[in-house]
């Protein structure tokens, strides 16, 4: 690896693609969070009230208005198997070459030199900012272990007969917990990840 020359604009260009993917992924991971989330909520009796600002005012009563919030959990739960098996029908690949790829892009940066002049000279990983990378590697990793755990739970979410879910427990209930554990994944893996690239790209600007 050592005979290996690569251009300035190569090694910029590695250096910075584990954040751009791990962007991706973290985005992808809110965002599941912010689709999945309406469908354990309630309806305000109020209607739609961060949208009245923008429309006209409702010609329906306050009783229809909690008329239409009756039986929304019922409903959310008949929706919710059929809507994630759509979602990750369109999504997982996000997933499956998203991890993937920003794991082989961060251990290229670790395997390579630390710059473009130093090529038989010490290797990225060697400097302060690879150490983030390696962090930022090791949490991109860690991401994973909640994996059995969260599969688990989106098989169970996608059944469509309540007696074969955990305690009979509706798709909502499943997803509720999924819901816990995909925040507490995304706080202490992805974003940690995505601030363990940032810190060691900014940190490697003077290498380049």
């Known amino acids: 690896m050592t005979d290996l020359t690569l251009s300035p604009l190569m090694i910029k260009a590695l250096r910075i693609a584990p954040l751009l993917v791990n962007t991706f992924t973290l985005q992808y991971s809110l965002d599941e969070h912010q689709f999945f989330l309406p469908f354990t ?4 009796a109020d209607g739609p009230s961060a949208l009245q600002p923008f429309v006209k005012k409702q010609v329906s009563s306050d009783d229809s208005d909690r008329e239409a919030g009756k039986g929304y959990g019922q409903r959310a739960a008949r929706v919710l198997p059929q809507y994630l098996s759509l979602f990750l029908k369109h999504g997982f690949p996000m997933i499956t070459v998203g991890y993937p790829l920003n794991m082989t892009l961060a251990a290229l940066n670790l395997l390579l030199p630390a710059a473009a ?10 400097t302060v900012p690879g150490k ?5 590697l090791s949490l991109t990793v860690a991401h994973m ?3 059995p755990k969260a599969l688990n739970l989106l098989y169970e979410i996608q059944e469509l007969d309540d007696a ?11 997803m509720v917990e999924w819901l816990r554990l995909n925040a ?6 992805d974003f940690t990840a995505w601030s363990c690239y940032l ?3 900014l940190s490697s600007v ?3």
Do not use: M
């Open 206 to 208: 003077d290498l380049l």
């Open 41 to 44: 909520k309630q309806p305000s």
């Open 145 to 147: 272990l909640w994996g």
């Open 117 to 126: 002049s130093s090529a038989a000279a010490r290797s990225f990983r060697s």
């Open 199 to 201: 810190i060691g790209f």
């Open 164 to 174: 074969k879910r955990k305690g009979g427990r509706p798709s909502v209930a499943a």
């Open 132 to 136: 983030w990378y390696l962090a930022g």
């Open 184 to 189: 507490i994944r995304t706080f202490l893996a």
